[in-house]
């Protein structure tokens, strides 16, 4: 089953720091990778994703991941953190194809972030 | 573009009472999937519909169910409500779900309280 991992319940960093948020895959074929972010009382915005290609991805607000398939791994990157990029982050992958075409996305738990003036 | 819309954003009801959930998709999108995020399962997959069809369903039980409609429109529909149906609700849609497109764009959700 096409699966992912987020390790850390929550990830503090100081403002001005970067900041790493970890995310680990389990498919099998190639991995269509995804970050989301929610804030509070509010639905999920779509960050960034991994298809195929450069293994560094740029996303909005300055994020960016890393896709790295020895490690399996998709960490979610910024350099320089914001107090405001304080929110919840998810790590998704779409699911396998089922008989009807459909897919679905499975996310991680989910990683809080507290950038701290 | 607007983005996805979702009514009503919050609603309370009584236990074995239904509901209703309406989701309106970005322009252009045909497919619309529903996931139902709590603090203790996270987000997890209802169903999901292209061109009026349900082409994926996640593990809930029967008294989940949605539609399409031909304006790719949709609504999920919850019978028989249960305390641990109280949740968050959040609708996606996504203009291309076979190809490279498939990021979901999520709408703000409905809190669905059920006492």
């Known amino acids: 089953a096409q699966s992912v991992a987020q390790p850390e319940d929550q990830v503090n960093v100081a403002e001005g720091n970067p900041l790493t948020v970890k995310c680990t895959y389990s498919v099998s074929g190639n991995p269509y990778l995804f970050w989301y972010v929610q804030y509070p009382n509010r639905g999920l915005q779509f960050l960034l994703k991994y298809i195929t290609g450069d293994n560094l991805v740029k996303g909005s607000y300055g994020f960016e991941a890393e896709f790295n398939k020895s490690q399996t791994s998709f960490h979610l990157k910024k350099p320089s953190a914001l107090v405001s990029d304080s929110a919840l982050y998810f790590c998704?992958?779409?699911?396998?194809?089922?008989?009807?075409?459909?897919?679905?996305?499975?996310f991680g738990k989910g990683t809080s972030l507290l950038v701290t003036p | 573009k607007a983005g996805v819309t979702q009514t009503p954003r919050y609603l309370i009801k009584t236990r074995g009472q239904q509901v209703t959930l309406s989701c309106s998709p970005i322009?252009?999108?045909?497919?619309v999937s529903w996931y139902q995020q709590t603090p203790g399962q996270g987000l997890q997959f209802l169903f999901e519909y292209f061109s009026e069809t349900q082409r994926n369903k996640g593990n809930f039980p029967g008294r989940f169910s949605g539609r399409q409609f031909s304006n790719s429109r949709s609504e999920m529909n919850v019978s028989t409500l249960e305390l641990g149906d109280s949740a968050l609700y959040l609708c996606?849609?996504?203009?291309?779900?076979?190809?490279?497109?498939?990021?979901?764009?999520f709408g703000p959700g409905t809190r669905l309280t059920v006492t």
């Open positions: 998704a992958v779409r699911g396998p194809q089922n008989s009807n075409s459909g897919y679905a996305l499975n």
């Open positions: 322009s252009g999108h045909r497919s």
């Open positions: 996606a849609s996504s203009l291309d779900p076979t190809g490279s497109s498939y990021e979901q764009y």
